[in-house]
């Protein structure tokens, strides 16, 4: 029997997002303050959940743990980019690079179906109000929980599997700033095709149908909102807006780059973008400018922890040190 002998790739060049060396300080720059703004922005969440005992409720409790799957998708490949703006050859180890692969199907599974896991909290909330509470108790909030990282789980390992025992003898350029598995499948020296519909069928997969089961759930409470009297169901109305637009930022880019895979790879780079960085940052803006509890919890966390002169005590105290 004749064997192949390849040599093993040990490491990836990553292209990054921009090869001109002018406009990386102000990428670095930028990124380095939106980064911050998506750690800052979804802890806060989680503080004054947490904090608030009137935040103790399933829907809260749901969204702390979609703030914190935000930080986990900012922060898979978003570190290494922003480093990588500050040096010329941009490398990342073959293990490195499968480490990037499963918590990006991991942590973008888990958020699809934590979203699911909103949308029936908001169903229940809406279609059946006497019940909710008794529906969604502490052991059923939890399992909500529990689940998305399951499949995320499941998911990341099926991709995996497809990537793990493939041989790269020769391209090791990925196109990107982070390792993407259609992109790194396709530096294989082996033809691929059959691997990458494979890819596509399992993440569409699971793309669409959490988009269907969240279309389908969304067009009944939205029946159900209409049906009802405009007073009693503002508030319903207010939160379902900002469960779908979380849910088309969200979903948009997933299913463009996955489900629709012969884009250019410019257009993936920029919906990359979004999916890892801007919508882990609009989330919690979209939950807090249009949550009048979640305002008003932030006003009382910030009444508690940062007192009347107390910040100007602790700048004037610094101001002394540094005489």
Known sequence: MNETNYSRVTEFVLLGLSSSKEL?????????????????????????MTSNSRLHTPMYFLLANLSFTDMCVASFATPKMIADLLVERKTISFE????????????????MVILVSMAFDRYVAICKPLHHMTIMSRRVCIILVLVPWSVGF????????????????????VDSFFCDLPLVTKLACIDTYMISLLIV???????????????????????TVRSRSSASMAKARSTLTAHITVVTLFFGPCIFIYVWPFSGYSVEKVLAVFYTIFTPILNPVIYTLRNKEMKAAMVKLKSRYLKPGQVSAVINALFLETK
């Open 154 to 173: 499941v998911h990341t390992t099926s991709q995996l599997a497809f990537t793990v025992n493939l041989p790269f003898c020769g391209p090791n350029q």
């Open 201 to 223: 069928a399992d993440s569409g997969f699971l793309t669409l149908s959490s988009f269907l089961l969240l279309v389908v759930s969304y067009t009944m409470i939205l029946i």
């Open 24 to 48: 990386q300080p102000l990428l670095f720059f930028v990124f380095s303050l939106l980064y911050l703004a998506i750690l800052l922005g979804n802890f806060l969440i989680i503080l004054t």
């Open 96 to 111: 490195a690079c499968l480490t990037q692969i499963f918590c990006v199907h991991l942590f973008a599974g888990s958020e």
